[in-house]
């Protein structure tokens, strides 16, 4: 399994890329990996603001429709719509290519919550 060191990880398997106040986020390595073929991903609208912990995307895979949490709360700025017409990046490329959206941090404290490379690493076994 790929984990980017540069990266913050949620227990739901999220990651989350840090920019200033903005947090690019998608699902870990071992997530897609978990899920199998991804065929759809359902990606929430602009402008919308989420709590941390709160289910805002959904990903249907081949073997199970799964939510998306959000790691951090904030106000969704971006979303990935690539992801409409090639949900596949999901899998071929998690931490690049495959990313949900990017979220305006509401409260920079909630990303001390999330993990470092290491404690992911442990929690995934």
């Known amino acids: 399994m790929d984990y980017p060191q540069d990266l913050k990880y949620a227990e739901n398997h999220e990651w989350v890329r840090v920019d200033g106040s903005h947090a690019r986020m998608g ?18 609208e602009v402008g919308r603001v989420v709590s941390a ?8 895979s081949t073997k199970s429709v799964s939510d998306v949490y959000a790691p951090v ?9 690539a ?10 490329d998690p931490y690049g290519e495959g990313w949900f959206v990017v979220i305006e ?5 909630e990303l001390d919550n999330l993990m470092d490379v290491a404690a992911y690493e442990a ?3």
């Open 27 to 44: 699902i870990s390595d071992y997530a897609q990996d978990a899920l199998g073929d991804i065929v759809f991903v359902e990606l929430p």
């Open 53 to 60: 912990g709160e289910a805002f995307a959904e990903v249907e």
């Open 105 to 109: 941090v509401s409260d920079p404290a």
């Open 73 to 81: 709360s904030g106000t969704i700025v971006e979303v990935n719509a």
């Open 83 to 92: 992801l409409e017409d090639t949900p596949e990046l999901v899998n071929s």
């Open 123 to 125: 929690s995934t076994g």
